[in-house]
């Protein structure tokens, strides 16, 4: 990628804010994912954007009939997908990998910089790249977590009995339901209190490829910003915190990302 040399005295800019940091959190949209062939959700190509939004009462419905719910998901899951651009999605998360995006924050971590990650990503790919510290807001698609007491498990170790449903969990026999939070689902506490500690801890916050429009996560860097604390973007194109961010960077992730922590490792050394 070619840099304009208002993108290199961007990028410089916002490397020393980084580097000048000392509790760094990353707020992860679709975009991080979108180099590692995820169609992100709005924008352009984007998967609401091609089929429409998902049904608001998803969770309600899922609520008023756990049963049922259950019933349907193991009968759909034995059949072709609802639409060829859901079967591409889903395709999509099955093949994906994490790209070099993903492994900057993981260097990020490492040398230090970076206190946590705050994503609103399913994929599971931080977590498949090496990062530790991190809190996946809107749930991981490859865990089960119950309704009462946010028990996960790996979908893999936990074996549903179709003749007992909806799954109850093994601590509380609660409702289990998959991990991923559905339109209408309130955050599980436990990721909220942990993404509003960080929210209140950091002085930097890296918001990276997200439209910023779905709270509560689009709330947290303005909450950060008020604190005082210093805001980057990066993403190609502008969002509605990109007027009073720091530094906004007109690119992609897994480009400018390990541009910057080339950098920072670069101002450690001096
Ligand atoms: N690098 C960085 N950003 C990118 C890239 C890229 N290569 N490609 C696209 N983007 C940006 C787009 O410009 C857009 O601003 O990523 C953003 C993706 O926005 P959304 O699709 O709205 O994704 P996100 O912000 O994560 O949505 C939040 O909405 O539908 C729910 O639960 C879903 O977690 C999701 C939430």
Redesign the pocket.
């Known amino acids: 990628m070619e840099l304009t040399p208002e993108m290199n005295e961007a990028l410089e800019k916002a490397s020393r804010i980084v580097a000048g940091s000392r509790h760094v959190v990353a707020l992860?949209?679709?975009?991080?994912s979108?180099?590692s062939g995820i169609p992100?959700?709005?924008?352009?190509g984007?998967?609401?954007t091609r089929i429409g939004?998902?049904d608001p009462r998803r969770y309600q419905n899922f609520a008023a009939d756990p049963k049922g719910w259950w019933e349907r998901t193991l009968e759909r899951d034995s059949q072709a997908p609802e639409s060829p651009d859901q079967a591409q999605f889903r395709q999509s998360m099955l093949d994906a990998r994490p790209n070099p995006?993903h492994y900057a924050l993981v260097e990020l971590e490492r040398m230090g910089k970076l206190k946590w990650i705050i994503t609103?990503?399913?994929d599971n790919l931080h977590r498949e790249a090496g990062t530790r510290n991190i809190t996946e807001?809107?749930g991981n698609r490859m865990l089960l977590r119950c309704m009462r007491c946010n028990f996960r498990i790996p979908r893999v170790e936990f074996d549903i009995d179709p003749h007992n449903l909806p799954p109850r969990c093994p601590q509380c026999g609660g409702i289990i339901k998959g991990d991923g939070?559905m339109?209408g689902e309130p955050i599980p506490s436990d990721s909220l209190n942990k993404c509003v500690e960080q929210a209140n801890l950091c002085d930097c916050m890296m918001v990276?490829?997200?439209?910023?429009?779905?709270y509560p996560?689009?709330g947290f860097p303005i909450h950060a910003m008020q604190r005082g604390a210093r805001l980057i973007e990066?993403?190609?194109?502008p969002?509605p915190i990109s007027d009073t961010v720091d530094v906004a960077l007109r690119?992609?992730?897994?480009?400018?990302l390990p541009r910057i922590v080339a950098r920072v490792r670069e101002m450690g050394k001096t």
């Open positions: 992860v949209g679709a975009g991080m979108a180099e992100t959700y709005r924008g352009p984007g998967l609401w939004e998902p995006g609103q990503n399913v807001i809107h939070v339109f990276l490829g997200t439209s910023g429009t779905v996560a689009a990066v993403n190609p194109y969002t690119g992609p992730t897994g480009e400018l």
